[in-house]
């Protein structure tokens, strides 16, 4: 593992997920999850996340257009929270799940609002 990179996408998960989420995921890291977590965090949010060529809000509107067409809730959630930390505003993430409505199908677009609706309560009931 490429302990640069690592803390590199250390960083940028914690900026975009939050501490709360990585903390629990990390600390149920066992034998069998502890070479997935380096790998989601050296090359996901290290090598690709921490590249130049687009920045974290652009990653975001990405991230939950693809979630949201692979029907990835758990990820979905998470990324929802990701993109209100890198400044997506609650109409550009409902114009996203509509766009995904339009060209993944109905059933993605309601499931992918019902999951941003539900993390959005969260967030603003804290």
């Known amino acids: 593992m ?20 990585v903390d629990k ?14 790998l989601v965090t050296t090359y996901c949010w290290g090598e690709v ?6 920045d974290r809000k652009t ?7 693809m979630i949201s067409a692979l029907n990835r809730p758990h990820e979905l959630a998470a990324h929802v929270r990701g993109a209100i930390n890198n400044g997506l505003s609650l109409d550009e993430i409902k114009e996203i799940l509509l766009q995904v409505g339009i060209y993944c199908g109905v059933p993605a677009m309601v499931d992918s609002f019902r999951i941003a609706k539900e ?5 603003n009931a804290k």
């Open 49 to 54: 996340w921490g590249r130049e060529g687009l």
């Open 25 to 38: 995921a990390l600390s149920q890291v066992d034998d069998f999850t502890r070479d997935l977590q380096e």
């Open 119 to 123: 993390v959005l309560r969260e967030i």
């Open 59 to 65: 990653r975001s509107t990405i991230n939950l257009a």
């Open 2 to 21: 490429n302990r640069e990179m690592y803390e590199k996408g250390l960083g940028i998960r914690r900026a975009t997920l939050g501490d709360a989420y």
